[in-house]
Structure formats: C-alpha cells, structure tokens
C-alpha cells in the first residue's frame, strides 16, 4: 500500500491474524464506554478512623495510628485504617509521615486504609521530614474520586481499589512493595478531576543478585493508579510528576483557604523523575471490563514514562463477553516513553465437557440446541460464544508527545481447548461436539486533528486478534486378557465450529 502522509516514515503500522485482517479506513466515530459522572465539589468534610477519632477541622494534622515494621532495614510503614475519608473543598489534610507523640516513629511509606469511597474536594498534603515527600498509599475496594477542587500533593503516590483489604504485617508489606500484584475489586473505579503533583523519590524492594536478598532501592516518585473496572481523568484534570523542588511552591494548585491551611510555605523535599501509570485490570466479576479514558482538557505530564494499559482476563467461561477499552482525548507528555495498550483475553481450558449434557445455555438446552441423541455411545457436547473486544482510540485534538518510543497497540486473543476421554468397556466410541462462536475485534484508531510526536522518531502502532482451538477426543476399552473375535474397537470424533478475528487501525492523525 502506498503511504502519502509525509510522516509516514516516522509511524510503523502492523497487525497480524490468524484468521483474517481487515484494514479499517476513516473510522472516526468515539467509543461510549464511560458513562457521563460529574463528581459534585460539594463533598462534607468527614474523616472517621475505625476507632472514632474524627478529623474535620479546617486544618487536620493526621499521624501514622501503627507502624508495621520492615525486616529489610529500618524504613517503616506507617498504617492508618479510616472509616470514612471524604474531604471538603475548603479544608486541608496534612499526612504525617511519623507517629503523633514525642518520640514518634518516622516511616518512609504511608499506607491508609478506607473502608468507603473516598472522595477529595480539598487539599491532601503528604508531609515528610517537614516537606512535602513520601510515599503516599490510598486503598478502598469503592475507589477514589478527586473532584475539580481537590489537590493531591505527594512525593509519589499509589492509589488501588482491592478486591480485599490487607490485614496481617505481611500483607501492609505486600501492598507496600508488590502493589502491581494485588487483586482488584471488579466493580472499582478512580476518577481524577483535580490535581496530582508528585515530586520525591520512591523506596522499592529489588532482588540482590549477588547474594539473592532482597534490598531497598530509591526512585524517582511516580503516580500508580489500579483499579478493577475504570479509570477517568476528567477535563479539569492535571497529572504531575518530576515538579523540579525549586518550581514547586509555584505550581501546585491551592485556594486560599487551603494555602493558609497549611501553616506552613510547601516545599518538595527532592527533585523526582517519575513515572505515571494508569492501570485497569478486570479478572473477576460479571462485567469483564476494563476502562481508561483521558477527556479533552485533561494533562498528563510526566518526566519519566507514561503507561496506559487496560486489560480484560476471563477464565473458563463458555459465554464469555470481555472488553478493555482506552480512549485518549487530552494531552500527554512524557521525558521518556509512552506505552497505550488494550488487551482482551478469553481462556477456556480443559472443561468437563461430560457434566453439560444436560446443561442449560443462555436459556436453552444444549441438546435441543444441537438435536443430538446421545445412543449408547459416549457423547461429550459443549458450546462457546466468547466475544472479545480490545480498542485504543486517539481522539480528536488529543496530543501524545514522547522523547523516546510512543508506541499504541491493541490485542484480542481466545484460546478454547476441549478434552474428553471415557474407558467404559461398555461404550463403543467417544463422540465430542464442539459448537463454537468465537468473535475477536481488535482496533486502534488515530481519529482526524490528533498529533503523534516522538523526538527520537519512534511511533509505534499495532493491532492483534488471534484465537486457538484444541479439542480432542479419546475412547480407549480396557485391554482383555485373551484376545477374541469379540474385541471392541475405539474411535475418536471431534466437531468444532468457526470464529472470526478482526483487527485494525486507522492514522489520520499527524505523526512527528
């Protein structure tokens, strides 16, 4: 195919399919997977722990309840545990990185635990060594929303809705050290309208290859939101990382009243060049989506790399509808790369076939479906309608600027696989019916008026559907002690059905 974008050496196209690949032209219609929220700014000031101690003053100092000690060495965990933590536009949360009494303990990360969804209109200030630094942990299975007013000063912060929160030393230090492993609540979502500012570093736990101990590292602090079901940056929103120390007093976004609220002038405690990661991953659940949209209005600036990733995981589900959906209509900047992805993924594997004779799917019976008789012989029958989606839409106007790779992809895949095997010395063969509707759409859409820019001229763009069946059947007769003219025969029979894949992108956009 003849390129004609003058860009068009700069921007490298692939896809790939096992069955089919259709290159779509001038889509430019957007995708209506989030629903329209608006988050009121009106939130009461209410934050209750779990043992009733309020704050809701103007000004709230609060300190670490317990400290979780770390046998690594001596950087501590602080642990809050909160009832409810909503706050109001015109108040100030000061997060204390050190116990409240004389001798306090200091801790290098601060994990809060939220048992409500939390909701912040105000300003959050995590204070470390008397500056604005540490790192900052909010969890809450309902998820978190910052309404336009709020403001969230940190030196790296991690935002996660759990599937279940921890409650032993060892899991406050799972979350602290592996919050990329923890499982997610399928219903939990973190919207951002307000303003994220992260300067500092970032304490993590890495393998020493030397003597296979583990060890504590310093980074630059980043921004990690993961959630089970959505994340939305609204158009008011504004993403922060690397604020140089000296800029910093000038950049974060207080009202009056939140300035005087802090009783003190903020100053970012080290320089940082972190890393922003926006990260949805549904496993459980009956939705089986995953969302992630930037509005127009919305930036994202980072001075490490940008990571937009949503992904759909379903697990032996034989009417399985997944989605994972990313679209960008606002700005993002990175000092290093930018990675986009949507993965949808269906997996079925090694079903006992022999226990949905009699099953019922989507309201009918599976053999009046197929209008088979099972006879005397061994019959395995199972159906498969598994649709799996996976778009990356660059919307209109958006820009996505990187200084090193900007790369955009998305992947559809399905893997069935059906086995069935009898011994029966009564049943002359084994007969497996596979009905299978297998739909994978995987699709990346660069829309008209968007700008792609990478300083070292690598743009990336790729699309994947792709889906895998296995499915056998074996009849085996025990083997006799003498052998007859009445030895039974064995046989295998399989019938499968068909799917489709479709994959694409459209570039209508500018690529620099």
Do not use: C
Request: aromatic share 2%; no cysteine.
């Amino acid at each position: 195919m003849k390129r004609t974008n003058k860009y068009a050496n700069n921007i490298k196209l692939t896809s790939k399919s096992s069955l089919a690949m259709k290159l779509l032209v001038a889509i430019t219609s957007g995708l209506a997977f989030m629903p329209g929220i608006s988050w009121a700014d009106e939130i009461t000031q209410n934050i209750e722990t779990t043992s009733g101690t309020t704050y809701n003053n103007s000004v709230n100092d609060i300190y670490a309840q317990r400290i979780v000690g770390n046998t690594i060495d001596n950087n501590h965990i602080g642990v809050n545990e909160f009832k409810k933590f909503d706050v109001g536009s015109s108040h100030v949360v000061n997060m204390h990185f050190k116990q409240g009494n004389e001798n306090g303990q200091n801790v290098g990360k601060l994990v809060n635990l939220v048992e409500s969804k939390i909701n912040i209109a105000g300003a959050v200030n995590a204070i470390k060594d008397n500056k604005v630094g540490g790192d900052l942990y909010f969890l809450s299975p309902n998820g978190m929303a910052v309404t336009s007013s709020g403001v969230i000063n940190a030196g790296s912060l991690t935002v996660l809705t759990p599937a279940k929160m921890p409650e032993s030393d060892g899991e406050i230090r799972k979350v602290a050290y592996e919050a990329n492993t923890i499982a997610l609540n399928p219903k939990g979502e973190i919207s951002i309208d307000g303003h994220i500012n992260i300067t500092g570093e970032e304490i993590s736990e890495v393998e020493d290859n030397e003597n296979g101990t583990k060890k504590l590292v310093k980074n630059a602090g980043k921004v990690r939101l993961r959630a089970g079901k959505s994340i939305n940056i609204g158009s008011t929103a504004k993403i922060t990382t690397g604020i140089e120390k000296e800029a910093f007093g000038a950049v974060v976004s207080l009202n009056n009243e939140q300035k005087q609220g802090t009783r003190r002038e903020l100053v970012a405690r080290v320089n940082g060049d972190g890393d922003i990661v926006l990260d949805v991953l549904s496993e459980g659940g009956d939705e089986h989506t995953a969302n992630i949209a930037i509005k127009n209005g919305a930036t994202v600036k980072a001075k490490g790399h940008v990571e937009i990733k949503a992904a759909a995981k379903v697990k032996d589900d034989v009417s399985a509808e997944s989605s994972a959906n990313v679209k960008i209509a606002g700005k993002i900047e990175s000092g290093k790369s930018v990675n986009i992805s949507a993965q949808s993924e269906s997996n079925v594997s090694d079903a006992d076939v022999e226990d949905l004779l009699n099953a019922v799917f989507k309201g009918k019976e599976v053999l009046d479906l197929l209008g088979v008789e099972t006879g005397e012989s061994g019959v395995g029958i199972t159906l498969a309608d598994i649709k799996n989606n996976a778009a990356v839409d660059i919307d209109s106007g958006a820009i996505v600027e990187a200084k090193e790779a900007l790369r955009v992809n998305s992947v559809a895949k399905t893997e069935v696989s059906f086995n069935v095997s009898r011994s029966e010395e009564d049943k002359l063969a084994q007969l497996l019916i596979v009905n299978t509707k297998i739909d994978n759409k995987s699709n990346v859409n660069v829309n008209s008026n968007t700008t792609l820019r990478s300083v070292d001229k690598q743009i990336e763009i790729s699309s994947l559907a792709d889906h895998k069946m296995n499915i056998g059947a074996v009849s085996k007769t025990p083997k006799p002690e003498a052998a007859t003219k009445d030895n039974k025969s064995t046989t295998g029979t399989t019938t499968a059905g068909t799917g489709t894949n479709t994959s694409g992108k459209t570039g209508t956009g500018t690529g620099t």
